[in-house]
C-alpha cells in the first residue's frame, strides 16, 4: 500500500515551508532602513541585501507552485503587505510587486497571448483583484526604474485584458485608471499614449458614475481638469 495522502501531504507541507522561509528573508530586507525611501536623499537604485532577497522571492514562486489557491492569495496579500508597510525604494517595490504578478498570473493562468477568463469562484476573483492591485504598484515602480513603456504595457496585458471587463466594479475602474495614466506617460507612441490617458479618463468616470461621493475619484478628475457635471 502507498500512501498517496500522505506523499501530497508532506509535499504541500514542504512548499508551505519554503513560503514561509522566503518571506522571512522578504521581511529582512523590507525591514532594513537602507532600503526605505529618504526624502532628504536621491532614491536609492539598488536593494541592500540583494543576494538574500532573490533566495526570499525564489524559494516563495517554487513553494506556491501547484499549491491552493488560498496560500497564494495570502502570499500575494503578504508582499502587498511589505511594500505599503514601508515607503521602500523603487527596485525593492518593484521586486516584490514582479513576483506578486509571476504567482498570481500562474495561479490564474493568465499570459501574455490570451484574454484572462472570468474567475469562477470567489478565490479567483480575489487574487484577480490582488494582482490588479500589484500590477498599478509595479507600473509605478518600473517607471521609477526606468523601465520601457512597452515592456511594461507588455507585462500588463493580461490584468488590462481584465480590467476591461470589468466595468461595473469601483475599484477595478479605479485600478484600471491609474494604470492607463502611468502608461500614458510612459508609451513613446503619441496615439498609444493618448489612447491611455483616455482610456484612463473613461475608468475615472466609470468609477465616479459607480461611486460619486468618492473624493479619491474626484480629487483625480479636477485634477485631470474634467468636468463631472455634464
Not at 205 to 226: E, F, G, S, W
Request: aromatic content about 4%; glycine content about 4%.
Amino acid at each position: 500500500y502507498v500512501g498517496y495522502a500522505d506523499y501530497a501531504s508532506q509535499a504541500i507541507t514542504e512548499a508551505n515551508s519554503d513560503v514561509i522561509k522566503g518571506r522571512a528573508r522578504v521581511l529582512r530586507v523590507c525591514l532594513d532602513p537602507n532600503n526605505w525611501v529618504d526624502p532628504d536623499a536621491e532614491s536609492s537604485e539598488k536593494v541592500e541585501g540583494l543576494d538574500e532577497l532573490d533566495k526570499g522571492l525564489k524559494e516563495i514562486e517554487s513553494g506556491l507552485s501547484g499549491t491552493e489557491k488560498d496560500v497564494v492569495l495570502d502570499s500575494v496579500v503578504a508582499l502587498m503587505g511589505r511594500v505599503e508597510a514601508h515607503e521602500l525604494c523603487a527596485p525593492l517595490c518593484n521586486r516584490l510587486t514582479d513576483t506578486a504578478l509571476t504567482v498570481s498570473y500562474a495561479v490564474l493562468g493568465w499570459t501574455d497571448h490570451a484574454d484572462p477568463a472570468d474567475p469562477v469562484d470567489e478565490k479567483d476573483t480575489e487574487l484577480a483583484q490582488a494582482a490588479s492591485a500589484a500590477a498599478v504598484r509595479w507600473s509605478q515602480s518600473a517607471t521609477e526604474c526606468s523601465v520601457p513603456g512597452t515592456q511594461i504595457e507588455s507585462r500588463l496585458l493580461p490584468v488590462l485584458a481584465y480590467l476591461a471587463n470589468q466595468t461595473t466594479n469601483f475599484e477595478a475602474c479605479k485600478l484600471r485608471a491609474q494604470i492607463m495614466l502611468v502608461l500614458s506617460g510612459v508609451l513613446d507612441d503619441d496615439d498609444a499614449a493618448l489612447r491611455a490617458f483616455d482610456l484612463a479618463v473613461e475608468s475615472l468616470l466609470l468609477a465616479h458614475k459607480i461611486t460619486p461621493d468618492d473624493m479619491d475619484v474626484v480629487r483625480q478628475l479636477a485634477d485631470l481638469d474634467i468636468d463631472t457635471s455634464v
